[in-house]
């Protein structure tokens, strides 16, 4: 009798466990607020993201990528692609669609001081130049986003900085 008493206890125990577990974990995804995210973030080849607030809680995005490669003279060249638009914030992720393209999703995912980026679509759907793609790991470079004109130049109109420090 007292074995089955203390099989059923720990069967109880077990199951208190396993839920507490549970809860810890789904309690523990993170939700970040749009000032959490804000900033410059860069990639080893050069690649920029942009991210900034955008009004109804949106983030404004911009994207400036590179794929550097060498001519056959032997001088460095690159083709380069240019994409913005805005992204509604969900948890830690992003879904962000550039204007103006069909075909062409890409996840951004925040992680403290990173950005974990992947392109769905090749460089044509998203409307880069050859071989240019978005998918990497991003470095946060700066809280201040940086904004770029049409031709992909930075902008001198800062009037869209972030004022969220």
């Known amino acids: 009798m ?4 203390s099989l059923m206890l720990v069967a ?5 466990a396993l839920c507490a577990s549970t809860s810890r974990a789904q309690s523990s995804q993170v939700v970040l607020h749009y000032k959490d995210v804000v ?8 690649s920029v993201f942009s991210i900034d607030r955008a009004p ?5 995005v911009e994207f400036q ?3 550097p490669y060498r001519m056959a003279n032997g001088k460095m060249s690159a083709n380069t692609g240019v994409a913005g638009g805005t992204a509604k914030l969900i948890g830690d992720t992003a879904l962000f669609t550039p204007v103006g393209t069909t075909g062409c999703t890409i996840t951004l995912v925040f992680k403290p001081r990173k950005l974990i980026v992947t392109q769905q679509g090749n460089d044509s759907d998203c409307g880069f130049g050859h071989n240019v793609n978005a ?4 470095k946060l470079t700066s809280r201040s986003p940086e904004h770029y004109d049409e031709g992909g130049a930075p902008s001198k109109n800062k009037s869209r900085r972030s004022r969220s420090k």
Not at 39 to 46: D, L
């Open 2 to 5: 007292k074995f089955k008493y």
């Open 12 to 16: 109880m125990l077990f199951a208190i």
């Open 39 to 46: 900033g410059t973030y860069q990639a080893k080849v050069g």
């Open 56 to 60: 109804q809680g949106m983030l404004a």
């Open 65 to 67: 990528g590179f794929y």
């Open 135 to 138: 998918s990497d790991t991003y």
